[in-house]
């Protein structure tokens, strides 16, 4: 917007020719009046500006500082605005600081300019001086208000930066405190400052971050976001989540893991469950569907197969291993089968429409597994076991022979 005269962070008036010295003292004792009239109607049409004292004083204030200047001016004595700035970055900073937006700032600067326009008239008329020194006054003063106007906006921006800085560290915090665990009780207070509303019911996404893809943000949805070790994680209100989620599918083309709905004291679990789905997809041993999105939900019994991935994979070598003498493809061959007769428990010929090979391909891997696994085969809790095993370990074995 432009100032009354030069660009810098100061208000700088210039006096009007023809306007004199003598002029100026003679309007001087109303200006207090004129400076009171502006104030009065701004806070009763205001209604941002009615409810707090020290607004009210502030502007009172800032209203008789700013029509003093300018009748300073006018009078040709040096005229710098630091305070009169000063004050009106103040009432920006307040709005901003209230979560306000500028129509009240923007209604003040109106009520002003109508006041002022009305004022010159009047001091032009009582002076007898002429339409092209009003014109210039006029214009002054305009420039003038608009530059007062300036320094608010000005205020409120800076106020709204810093709000969005604090607000932003505090959205980082409260999110190590979800991801860490911490107690509810702390929780909220960091919510509080963060300007989080704590969701009764909470999703938590993690997808790995795409080499190249900007990760963007989610806070105006009213999620949480956080990137670590390449893995970006989104928390947020269940069924605003479903929106964000497939958005993120859909952009990044890599499996997205949800969680189902938990509790804020629960969002360090459902992470670690997403996460654990993830990698399971990366291993094979979970589908990934068309639209990549991996609903821990669909997936529990596997989550709790792996749930110690190492003493996972210790177990299945003890439940299988007399299978670890064979090699490649003979292995995985054995493995699909004895899986299919547990999970059946069907005949020969069952099996091979199953397995889509011969019967007596089945039975001679029968006989095999007979030799390898000997009674176990017939203990059914010993059964149970190798099923869980073959679940888990399968996927594996085929990854290794490509």
Not at 106 to 127: C, D, I, K, N
Request: overall charge positive; some cysteine.
């Amino acid at each position: 917007m432009a100032a009354a005269a030069g660009t810098g962070p100061r208000t700088v008036l210039r006096p009007v020719p023809g306007v004199t010295a003598e002029m100026v003292a003679q309007y001087r004792p109303l200006a207090p009046a004129f400076a009171a009239r502006i104030a009065r109607r701004i806070l009763e049409e205001v209604a941002a500006f009615s409810g707090d004292p020290r607004v009210q004083e502030a502007l009172v204030r800032a209203t008789r500082s700013g029509v003093e200047l300018f009748v300073d001016a006018l009078a040709g004595a040096p005229a710098e605005g630091r305070s009169v700035d000063t004050f009106y970055q103040w009432l920006g900073r307040r709005e901003a600081e209230a979560g306000r937006g500028l129509d009240a700032l923007r209604a003040a600067h109106h009520v002003a300019t109508q006041e002022s326009s009305v004022e010159v008239r009047r001091f032009v008329g009582e002076l007898g001086l002429g339409s092209e020194i009003a014109v210039r006054i006029t214009e002054l003063l305009h420039a003038y208000l608009e530059r007062l106007f300036n320094e608010a906006f000005r205020g409120y921006l800076k106020a709204q930066e810093e709000r969005l800085h604090d607000r932003g560290v505090a959205r980082r915090q409260l999110m190590g405190a979800l991801l860490t665990g911490e107690s509810s009780g702390s929780v909220e207070e960091q919510a509080a400052r963060a300007g989080w509303p704590v969701p009764d019911s909470i999703v938590v996404a993690v997808t790995r971050v795409p080499e190249g893809k900007p990760v963007g943000r989610e806070a105006d949805r009213g999620a949480l976001t956080c990137v670590r070790k390449g893995y970006l994680t989104i928390v947020g209100e269940s069924q605003m989540m479903e929106a964000v989620i497939t958005d993120r599918a859909a952009r990044f083309e890599s499996p997205v893991a949800v969680s189902w709905p938990v509790t804020v004291d629960e969002v360090h679990l459902a992470r670690r469950w997403a996460m654990r789905a993830l990698r399971l997809a990366a291993e094979g041993l979970i589908q990934v569907p068309e639209d990549h999105l991996l609903h821990c939900a669909d997936h529990r019994a596997a989550l709790c197969i792996h749930a110690d991935p190492e003493l996972r994979r210790r177990a299945d070598l003890d439940a299988l291993r007399p299978l670890l003498a064979e090699k490649g493809r003979r292995r995985v061959d054995l493995a699909e089968t004895l899986l299919v007769a547990l999970q059946t428990r069907q005949g020969a010929p069952a099996i091979a429409a199953h397995l889509k090979v011969h019967h007596r391909t089945v039975r001679a891997r029968t006989r095999r597994l007979e030799e390898l696994f000997g009674d176990r085969l017939q203990d059914r809790t010993r059964a149970v076991d190798l099923l869980t095993a073959l679940e888990s370990a399968l996927p594996r074995w085929r990854q290794e022979i490509g």
